[in-house]
């Protein structure tokens, strides 16, 4: 009950691609905002993609152009899809359910445990 599950981590080369799945109730304590955020070391999350429930997305522009976030909400799914990955994609992402169309965390009220993607040169 309003929990956040991802899947689909692990490691990939280099311009690969890697998709991750989100499993959870399209609305979390009201919050229908799905998003993806990745751990900065000594600064905490900053946000990745976030997708409203009626499909308007928000990109970071470290990911513009290479990520692509996307919600089945008939299978309550959100999807994050990375092309082109770089070395620097390397991170834990995290699912989370927000009240806004935001890559600020602080709008986060639920998320998941992660999971963590490595990319190699």
């Known amino acids: 009950q309003g929990q956040l599950v991802e899947s689909g981590g692990g490691s990939v080369q280099a311009v690969g691609s890697l998709r991750l799945v989100c499993t959870g109730p399209?609305?979390?304590?009201?919050?229908?905002?799905r998003g993806w955020f990745r751990q900065v070391p000594g600064k905490g999350r900053e946000g990745v993609a976030v997708i409203g429930y009626g499909g308007s997305t928000i990109y970071s522009n470290s990911v513009k152009d290479r990520f692509t976030v996307s919600r089945d909400n008939a299978k309550d799914i959100t999807y994050l899809q990375m092309n082109n990955v770089k070395p620097e994609d390397t991170d834990m992402y995290y699912c989370?359910?927000?009240?806004?169309?935001?890559?600020?965390?602080?709008?986060?009220?639920?998320w998941g445990q992660g999971a963590q993607v490595t990319v190699s040169s």
């Open positions: 989370a359910a927000g009240r806004a169309l935001s890559l600020n965390p602080d709008y986060v009220s639920t």
């Open positions: 399209g609305y979390i304590h009201g919050n229908s905002y």
